[in-house]
T-cell receptor, first 115, second 109 residues
Framework: ETGVTQSPTHLIKTRGQQVTLRCSSQ?????VSWYQQALGQGPQFIFQ???????GRGNFPPRFSGLQFPNYSSELNVNALELDDSALYLC??????????????FGPGTRLLVL | GQNIDQPTEMTATEGAIVQINCTYQ??????LFWYQQHAGEAPTFLSY????GLEEKGRFSSFLSRSKGYSYLLLKELQMKDSASYLC??????????FGTGTRLKVLA
């Protein structure tokens, strides 16, 4: 148990729809990162938030966006869903600003299927 | 760019020792992580190497050689529960983790 929770656990959407995934970090963890993990692949970094501001982004289009809230919860929003967006979405939290390679604690993930 | 290579699959016997290699090509990074991921579950932290050398933690050890662009995870006294994927990840310091595709380890009785 990492103390990081995600909801929902599974989700089915159709192409073109929008989806919001939620994450609740450990209390006191100011940094949250989101990852996309396709089947048989390693997690791909989407973006990171520190104290409610985005402070790093991977190679994902603008239709992937996020929010972080003061209560250590965060959201990943994906607009105009495509079939290739089908994957496991992981959030990971850590204590401070990730300039020091702090250990990340992953949530159980949300499995998204786009039809 | 940063390319990370790991073997796709490995098989070993209960009680044995296995070494999972990770090679990378990158212009620079702060440190290298190893994570364990059981099927259908989230990755869990195993080790973090910043300096060259061996870091030992119980049955698991991790080694890093920056000059050779190489790391390995060593698992001793293998147990059935060690069957999982093992992910190597570079921490670039620009707030990014770059993960390899992972090595799926099967431990046989």
């Amino acid at each position: 148990e990492t103390g990081v929770t995600q909801s929902p656990t599974h989700l089915i959407k159709t192409r073109g729809q929008q989806v919001t995934l939620r994450c609740s970090s450990q209390s006191g963890h100011n940094t949250v990162s989101w990852y996309q993990q396709a089947l048989g692949q390693g997690p791909q970094f989407i973006f990171q938030y520190y104290r409610e501001e985005e402070n790093g982004r991977g190679n994902f289009p603008p239709r992937f966006s996020g929010l972080q809230f003061p209560n250590y919860s965060s959201e990943l929003n994906v607009n105009a869903l495509e079939l290739d967006d089908s994957a496991l979405y992981l959030c990971a939290s850590s204590l401070g600003r990730q300039g020091s390679g702090e250990t990340q604690y992953f949530g159980p993930g949300t499995r998204l299927l786009v039809l | 760019g940063q390319n990370i290579d790991q073997p796709t699959e490995m098989t070993a016997t209960e009680g044995a020792i296995v070494q999972i290699n990770c090679t990378y090509q990158t212009s620079g990074f702060n440190g290298l992580f190893w994570y364990q991921q059981h099927a259908g579950e989230a990755p869990t932290f195993l080790s973090y190497n910043v300096l060259d050398g061996l870091e030992e933690k119980g049955r698991f050890s991790s080694f890093l050689s920056r000059s050779k662009g190489y790391s390995y995870l060593l698992l001793k006294e293998l147990q059935m529960k060690d069957s999982a994927s093992y992910l190597c990840a570079l921490y670039s310091g620009t707030y990014k983790y770059i993960f390899g595709t992972g090595t799926r380890l099967k431990v046989l009785a």
